[in-house]
């Protein structure tokens, strides 16, 4: 059973517009997120985490809200760029995980 | 300059041959990990250590063995056992428990 959904698989949103990727988490014990972004054939690269303790970090163009009530996350990109165009997986862990717990992804375009 | 190295970048294997994709980094982090992608399936865990000479089972090991001799190496052995082994494999490590990963460049398998 998924732990980590991300339901659209896909979005498209025009240039300097603001895209919004969505991320729904089943495990209350989840206490620490991140997002990635992945371009073909190669390696995620860190994006933009959260603590559980906070409902919003920001960096930059980025910012990631938390909704611990819904178990819902969310990554905003403001404005949306043509290189911000990739595949952007949410990811989450326990305190007593061992490993990150990855959704299937969003392809932006 | 540090990082993850993985090698090859492409790697063809026959049914029935085990081959084994290498995974190196120079950053100095306890935690490695293997991950496989698929089409539509996200990352999916296959094997992980957070300390050398040790390793646990991820969620889809069947198929797969590890080895964690050096904190600098932690190599996939891809067996005749995995029924489906075409997909791209990245590594990853982590300095510590809630870093988060930093991940190499991936290697993609395709059995022919």
């Known amino acids: 059973d998924q732990q980590v959904k991300q339901n659209s698989p896909s979005l498209s949103v025009q240039e300097g517009r603001i895209s919004i990727l969505n991320c729904d988490y089943t495990?209350?014990?989840?206490?620490?997120f991140l997002w990635y972004k992945k371009y073909p054939a190669e390696g995620p690269t860190f994006l933009i985490s959260i603590s559980s303790i906070k409902d919003k970090n920001e960096d930059g163009r980025f910012t990631v809200f938390l909704n611990k009530s819904a178990k819902h996350l969310s990554l905003h990109i403001v404005p949306s760029q043509p290189g911000d165009s990739a595949v952007y997986f949410c990811?989450?862990?326990?305190?007593?995980?061992?490993?990150?717990?990855f959704g299937k992804g969003t392809t932006l375009s | 300059d540090g990082g993850i190295t993985q090698s090859p970048k492409y790697l063809f294997r026959k049914e029935g041959q085990n081959v084994t994709l290498s995974c190196e980094q120079n950053?100095?982090?306890?935690?490695m990990y293997w991950y496989r992608q698929d089409p539509g399936q996200g990352l999916r865990l296959i094997y992980y250590s957070q300390i050398v000479n040790d390793f646990q089972k991820g969620d889809i090991a069947e198929g797969y063995s590890v080895s964690r001799e050096k904190k600098e190496s932690f190599p996939l052995t891809v067996t005749s056992a995995q029924k489906n082994p075409t997909a791209f494999y990245l590594c990853a490590t982590e300095p510590a428990t809630h870093y988060g990963y930093t991940f190499g460049s991936g290697t993609r398998l395709t059995v022919v």
């Open positions: 990811a989450a862990m326990s305190q007593a995980g061992t490993a990150l717990i």
């Open positions: 495990n209350s014990m989840f206490d620490y």
């Open positions: 950053l100095n982090h306890d935690a």
